[in-house]
């Protein structure tokens, strides 16, 4: 059974940095496009940035400059490197890709950054 385990969340100031991990554990040849998702309270899970096995990203306009989404095939994990971080990105962060569906929505790590 495939599932995918997010890290590296925490409390954090205004400008400073995090660096989330994704772990895809189980029985899985290829790993395709995966996503970096974000839901703060009372609002809806948004997509945050992508990556396709070949390393073309998106980012949502809101993170672009300050996100970074990478990913290590032989490792089945994806990053996302966060700096200049600010209030507005406290949310709980998750990943997930199109191959594994809802079953994919693991718990998630949240972030708080801190005026």
């Known amino acids: 059974q495939v599932q995918l385990v997010e890290s590296g969340g925490g409390l954090v100031q205004a400008g400073g940095s995090l660096r989330l991990s994704c772990a895809v554990s189980g029985t899985i040849l290829t790993i395709n496009t995966m996503g970096w998702y974000r839901q703060a309270p009372g609002k809806q899970r948004e997509l945050v940035a992508s990556?396709?096995?070949?390393?073309?990203?998106y980012y949502a306009d809101t993170v672009k400059g300050r996100f970074t989404i990478s990913r290590d095939n032989a490792k089945k994990t994806v990053y996302l490197q966060m700096n200049s971080l600010k209030p507005e990105d406290t949310a709980v962060y998750y990943c997930?890709?199109?191959?594994?569906?809802?079953?994919?929505w693991g718990q998630g790590t949240r972030v708080t950054v801190s005026s």
């Open positions: 997930n890709g199109p191959q594994f569906g809802p079953r994919g």
């Open positions: 990556i396709t096995r070949t390393h073309s990203t």
